[in-house]
């Protein structure tokens, strides 16, 4: 619960690749205005592959749920949802690791979560209030 004992509004965007998802939250986000929503992106929560060869890193299916640290993704909105900031990773793609940084997200009135897998896991699934899956042709997440 924020300041004011309501409980942030917690909406779980999913689609896949090209499919629309940030023109969806960034819809919302700017309905709703900034200062009222935050945003946490499924993508900073990539394991930190520091314990892989370099040269295998790249490898790795990075389309499958093991690949993401869903518990940590689920403490940060559990924080968000009391009314504190979580820390999101940074997720560094060309390396397939984390850096040191971390962008501190701060708890307001909705909170998105967006990502390919958001709604696989259902102890993340179960802590949105709004679940939305952008369905989109594949002939057109081409383009």
């Known amino acids: ?9 917690i909406v779980g965007v999913a689609g896949g690749s ?14 709703l205005g900034p200062s009222a929503v935050s945003v946490i992106e499924q ?6 592959r520091g314990d892989i060869p370099p040269e295998e890193r790249p490898g790795l299916n990075y389309d499958h749920p093991d690949a993401l640290e869903t518990p940590l993704l689920i403490e940060h909105l559990e924080q968000l949802k009391q009314g504190q900031p979580a820390a999101m990773p940074v997720y560094d793609f060309t390396t397939h690791s984390r850096t040191a940084q971390t962008i501190l997200v701060p708890a307001r009135p909705a909170v998105i979560v967006e990502g390919i897998l958001v709604l696989v896991d259902p102890d993340l699934r179960a802590l949105m209030d709004i679940k939305v899956f952008v369905d989109t042709d594949a002939d057109l997440r081409l383009v």
């Open 1 to 9: 619960m924020n300041a004011e004992g309501v409980r942030p509004l």
């Open 18 to 31: 090209g499919s629309g998802k940030t023109t969806v939250v960034t819809a919302i986000v700017d309905a």
């Open 43 to 48: 993508d900073a929560y990539y394991r930190d």
